[in-house]
């Protein structure tokens, strides 16, 4: 069944690693939480589990800070907030669904902040059919993932926090400073406590920073971590190798995996984010968002294309396309920027390594 | 630390000489290993103490400080203090280069070897160093290799090999940790606390012995390890033959090379060779948290030496050690909150409650039993950054970091053996109250001429400038070697003590006992060296700025150097010197007569010289032009009797048959400044540079230039010059009025706005327009505007098409 969805959640996906890891937990856990802290370190940093049948391996699923993932872990057994905020394309969701999984079970819990985010999409809602029918009862009420969150004591998963009215957003203070949810119109038996467990990620871009700022108030009651992108060249490569892989295994794309390809476009998005090559010579940095997660795509785009017309292999024409398209999406700037990466130090890598990227550099003439 | 090795672990790794590593209180000698600054150390050293009760403890150090035990371990000595060691390398026994070579041996609180010497002094036993004296280091180091890598500054305490250890890489991997430090405090400082000397003992013998098998015994050999380690050897058995039962402290590194020499009974003496003590020699001096932790990039110890300095203070007043780091660290924060709230960072109650939240569970989950520095940094990070992690939010960091560093000074009780100069230097700040024990960067507001004090610090603040210590730099003030701000009356200084500034002040040592003997000896060295005028009286103005009057040999050299020099600009530089010396002589309460006579003497030499700098080159006429302005204005104040000899020597330069027209310019005007009726002969001059070929026109602009430097007021009497000057300028074709252009840019620098505006208004009206007519141009048609937008957004259109086409 799991392989018919495009994305299984989280809990799905890892479900035999959280099983063996809960089994084998001796560690001491926060109230309703399924894992204890070390056991949800090793789950999103991977390690080794002593089971009754031996050691298992446990691989890592998140690359770079391991001290913010062991923050945000305890920052969630604690009273306060998890805020992830970074660049777009850093895997903040993705940590902060790994930790919903790994602490409640469940990643799905989930309030996608939009412009168009309402008060009622944070707290509740009503089935205005049985409120018409039955008056404002428990029944007639559609909780929010919020709501949720704090009945069950679980995670509830904010994404995209900054993209919602400033106003909406401040509807979480009361929330997660009393713990308790007011709803008027179920009288008495409208206060709902938040039971032990429960606790708020958010995640916010730093790119739309400014378009809601956060109110110092809220911001009071959360502890704020910053994704950085990956900052090592070869942790990068490993990283769209391995992504790309899963991805292509889950598309049944049975394409061989071409590591000096992945190489290529892991350098490329580096250098081309830092704004300096390996070799010092400055480069300029295009306004797009220049993310791991892009280069995954480029590249998974790569394969399907090899896959599906050509002869299963990477073609490097195809790959320096696809790089277009996701480089020069906002700034037309960002073409010219591309071009004189290329010129520069795509040929001056093509003279001193060759390989490929004496092939990547005759590519060139398409980027137009 | 339990787990991290096994145990046999040990005894595989240091085979047969690991007897003598064993922790054995019933045997003569006990090997302890230790890393620099490490408060754990520390801690296990003055318990083996107890329970070894040595005869003696010997520790790792240059022997040719042995003298300066006492000093360190004197009470009044306040730590950070450090052992500056420095060699003459005059013999070329290093190396062909005879260089001058120095060093460092930072003592803290934290220090295990400061405290087993001081753990000595208490129990009346004898202690000493018996590493291979400093200049015998350096004989047996090979360049580049150890202290004779290329570095600013070096430390003895080096613990690169430490560091720099694949094999701490993988315990890290093995072990989930980010880095060396966070490694060293977890399972060493943290997790050692808990351990009994034994067995802390052991732990760092087998780290150290992994780590050392890293090394190559070239390596070891190139850098004098092994040279020194024969040394200290020899000295451990020289001890154990006189049947003392000792006690060695060394960096862990060298306890297997040791225990394998003692082993072996084999130990080869090192050739020592005979120093004295101006080329080879120690001092005590005070030291700095922030340099041993500088001092950090190049390995020599731990990171935040005031935090560690502080676990180790606390541990000796009796805290207890399982609960030592949790209150530090809690400190550490609260300190942390109360300077981010004074910087304008909102820190909570809840957010220093958060943070230490987060710590307990960081250290928790990483198993350490308490929280150290990287749970502290870590709560800070999430608690009291909001928003984005910038350079701005990240600040509290920052601060915490600071903090940790600390910023205290030492200080060396017993002076006895402080250079001579360093307790002049404490002596002299302490008299003008400047606040020297702490290295956060000072201003001294001096006001020059408001009382003795003023003026007697000014001259302190110049003569440890003089010294190039770099204490203190002058931010403000009147600056007379440049002959900038003159008239200025206050001085602002900003002074920071560093370790470099008492290197510095040792370094000067043999130059005087005082910094004002000092200050003398270097200006009177330096006049016999110089042999330019400029030079001579730059000293003769550092000497009025420190007030140290010149000797009657001095300004005999002084006077010499003037009169053999005989460069033209470098006496022009003189005169200028020596007059601002005499212009404020009074003022400054400085009485020198040889000033004036060197002023008189340059003049002397400069007249006769002057006509032959008619036909300057281009490049070195406008400095003709100042050295004949400065000429003449002297010869209307100090030295008016020379006037008319000045106005000789002009008379023959504008007779002169090739000319500089920038000097030429000069001269004209300042004979017309000397006798206004020579104004026609001024604009004769002109007159022949229009109506000359279309070269010497151009020259025309230069001369304009040298004049009006000398006499702008010659165009503001009458229009007769602004005539020829318009003349001039529109008779070029617009290339050649390019290539005109910055000469007369210059020349109308020389008046003030309102005249440059007023000459402005006279052009206009020769051209019949006013100036604003010029300003804001003429009025142009709506309609017509429009019609020429237009136009030209069609033409554009059209072309664009063609190119497309």
Known sequence: MEQNYIKPPVEIRYADELKTLRDNDNGKKPENWLLSPKAVRTFILGGEVDTPEGKVKIPRKFYGNDALVERCIITLAGSRGLMLVGEPGTAKTMLSELLSAACCGVSTNTVQGTAGTTEDMIKYSWNYALLLAKGPCREALVPSPLLVGMEKGIFARFEEITRTPAEIQDSLISVMSDQILNIPELGDEGLVQAKRGFNIIGTANTRDKGVNEMSGALKRRFNFETVEPVSDVSLEKEIIIREAENMAKAGHIDCPVDTDVAELLAVTYHELREGKTSEGTVVEKPAAVMSTAEAVSVYYQTISHAWYYGDGTADLGILTENLLGAVCKENKDDLEKLKAYFRTAVKEKAKKVGGAWKEYSKTASLLR | ?805
């Open chain 2, 1 to 805: 630390m339990e787990g991290i090795f096994k145990d046999s672990l040990f005894a595989e790794i240091t085979g047969e000489a690991g007897e003598l590593l064993k922790y054995d209180t019933s045997g003569d000698l006990l090997l302890f290993p230790v890393r620099h600054h490490s408060p754990v150390c520390s801690y296990q050293i003055l318990r083996a103490v107890e329970e070894f009760s040595p005869t003696a403890i010997l520790v790792e150090g240059p022997e040719n400080a042995n003298g300066l035990i006492p000093v360190l371990t004197d009470e009044r000595t306040e730590l950070p203090a450090a052992f500056y060691y420095f060699y003459k390398d005059k013999k070329k026994l290093v190396s062909e280069d005879a260089e001058d070579y120095k060093c460092y041996y930072p003592f803290l609180y934290s220090s295990p070897e400061f405290n087993a010497l001081a753990a000595a002094a208490a129990k009346g036993i004898r202690a000493a160093f018996i590493d291979l004296p400093y200049c015998e280091i350096l004989i047996n180091t090979a360049k580049g290799k150890g202290l004779r890598t290329e570095k600013e500054k070096h430390s003895y305490t080096d613990d690169t090999r430490l560091i720099r250890s694949k094999f701490y890489k993988k315990l890290c991997e093995k072990t989930g940790i980010r880095n060396f430090e966070e490694f060293w405090e977890k399972y060493f400082e943290i997790e050692g606390l808990k351990l009994t000397p034994a067995e802390f003992c052991k732990n760092m013998h087998t780290y150290c012995v992994l780590t050392r098998a890293q090394e190559k015994d070239s390596e070891l050999e190139a850098d004098g390890t092994l040279a020194r380690e024969r040394h200290m050897a020899l000295r451990i058995k020289e001890a154990l033959d006189k049947g003392e039962k000792v006690l060695v402290v060394t960096g862990g590194l060298h306890s297997l090379g040791l225990a394998k020499l003692l082993k072996s009974g084999k130990i080869k003496a090192e050739k020592l060779h005979k120093m004295t003590p101006d080329i080879q020699g120690s001092f005590p001096t005070a030291y700095s948290y922030e340099a041993a932790d500088a001092l950090h990039g190049y390995a020599s110890g731990m990171r935040f030496p005031a935090f560690y300095d502080g676990i180790m203070k606390r541990i000796v007043n009796g805290a207890d050690p399982a609960n030592v780091y949790n209150d530090a660290t809690l400190e550490l924060l609260i300190k942390t909150a109360k300077e981010s709230s004074k910087k304008d960072i909102a820190i909570s109650i809840a957010d220093i409650t958060s943070a230490q939240t987060v710590m307990n569970g960081l250290a928790a989950l990483r198993n350490v039993s308490q929280c150290g520095i990287s749970e502290l940094a870590d709560g800070i990070t999430s608690a009291f950054i909001k928003g984005e992690k910038t350079i701005s939010s990240a600040m509290p960091l920052d601060i915490m970091r600071r903090l940790a560093t600390g910023d205290g000074i030492g200080h060396i009780g017993d002076k006895t053996h402080v250079p001579p100069l360093v307790a002049d230097f404490e002596k002299q700040c302490d008299i003008f109250k400047l606040k020297y024990a702490s290295v956060i960067p000072q201003e001294a507001d001096v006001p020059l001429f408001l009382g003795e004090r003023g003026l007697n610090l000014s001259r302190f603040m110049h003569r440890i400038t003089y010294l190039d210590t770099g204490f203190a730099t002058l931010t403000k003030g009147p600056d007379l070697k440049r002959g900038k701000d003159r008239s200025r009356v206050r001085e602002l200084w900003k002074y920071r003590r560093t370790p470099q500034v008492d290197a510095a002040l040792i370094d000067h040592t043999t130059d005087g006992f005082t910094i004002e003997e000092a200050c003398t000896n270097l200006a009177a060295r330096a006049l016999t060296e110089h042999r330019r005028c400029q030079d001579a009286a730059q000293t003769a103005i550092d000497c009025f700025l420190m007030g140290i009057p010149l000797t009657g040999h001095q300004k005999e050299l002084l006077y010499d150097i003037v009169s053999e020099d005989g460069d033209f600009f470098s006496i022009g530089e003189g005169l200028r010197c020596f007059a601002r010396l005499c212009d404020l002589q009074k003022l400054y309460e400085f009485e020198d007569s040889s000033s004036f006579a060197c002023l008189e003497k340059c003049m002397s030499r400069l007249i006769p010289a002057l006509p032959s700098m008619a036909n300057s080159p281009e490049e070195t006429a406008s400095d003709v032009v100042d050295v004949m302005r400065r000429m003449y204005s002297l010869t209307g104040s100090m030295l008016e009797n020379w006037r008319d000899t000045l106005e000789g020597a002009l008379l023959t330069l504008v007779g002169s048959k090739d000319k500089n027209p920038e000097v030429y310019g000069a001269a004209m005007g300042l004979l017309y400044a000397l006798e206004p009726s020579r104004r026609s002969a001024a604009e004769d001059a002109m007159r022949g540079f229009l109506q000359g070929s279309e070269k010497v026109r151009m020259q025309g602009a230069d001369y304009l230039k040298g004049l009006f430097c000398t006499a702008g007021d010659i165009v503001l009497a009458d229009d007769s010059f602004l005539y020829m000057t318009d003349e001039l300028i529109t008779g070029f074709e617009r290339e050649d009025y390019l290539e005109i252009l910055p000469s007369m840019r210059l020349a109308f620098s020389y008046f003030t706005p309102s005249e440059i505006q007023s000459i402005a208004k006279a052009v206009a009206g020769i051209h019949g327009v006013k100036d604003k007519d010029i300003i804001y141009g003429d009025t142009i048609d709506e309609g017509l505007f429009e019609f020429g937008k237009k136009l030209d957004s069609l033409i554009t259109a059209r072309l664009n098409g063609g190119e497309m086409q």
